[in-house]
Structures are given as C-alpha cells and as structure tokens.
C-alpha cells in the first residue's frame, strides 16, 4: 500500500504560480509512475501530467504543456507540480496519483485546492 498527501494548493491570481508537493510512503518511489490530475466543479477528473517510474521522464495534458512542470525527488519520495502563467479555469482539486505495477493509477491523495481569480 501507497500513501499519498499532497499539499500547497491555494488561492492565487490570474498570471501567478503555485506549487504543489505530494509525499508518498512506501519503500520504491523510484519505481511508481506519478501523476497530476484534477478536478473542476461539475466536470469529470482529467489527467495533467506525469512522471515515468523509468528515468522519470514527463509528459503533460496539452491544456496545460509549457506552463505546468512535474518533477520528482526520490530521495525524499516527493513529487511536485509547479504551475505558472495559471488561468481561472485551471481552478480544481489537485490529486496526485501513483501506478506501481503499470496496471493503472491504483493509488490517490485526498487533492488539494487550487483557486485561481480572474
């Protein structure tokens, strides 16, 4: 079993960053995949980007390539998704996820908010 807890969602403008951390327990980090969804009020959790368990390669949601960036510390289990240049509609609940068998994202945070105004 994987633990995930993400942290340093908020409240920002229009234009500003933020960055969100997700610790994970477990003995392997280096192995998970990890990934960024959200979820915006009355629509469906989308996918927004993710780390490869091998090399820890990136890729991300077109929605949100070139202003969004996924890295990832193994030493300290930790994975951090840093947001620039952010859009009101890029207002949601954060989750980060982790695949540990490539059988799929098994394993979720609770998610974290982010707001951003306009």
């Known amino acids: 079993q994987v633990q995930l807890v993400e942290s340093g969602g908020g409240l920002v403008q229009a234009g500003g960053s933020l960055r969100l951390s997700c610790a994970a327990s477990?003995?392997?980090?280096?192995?998970?995949?990890m990934a960024w969804f959200r979820q915006a009020p009355g629509k469906e959790r989308e996918f927004v980007g993710a780390s490869r368990r091998s090399g820890g390669s990136t890729y991300y949601a077109d929605s949100v390539k070139g202003r969004f960036t996924i890295s990832r510390d193994n030493a300290k289990n930790t994975v951090h998704l840093q947001m620039n240049s952010l859009k009101p509609e890029d207002t949601a609940v954060y989750y980060c996820?982790?695949?540990?068998?490539?059988?799929?994202?098994?394993?979720w945070g609770q998610g974290t908010q982010v707001t951003v105004s306009a």
């Open positions: 996820a982790a695949d540990l068998y490539s059988t799929g994202f098994g394993f």
């Open positions: 477990g003995r392997a980090f280096s192995t998970y995949t």
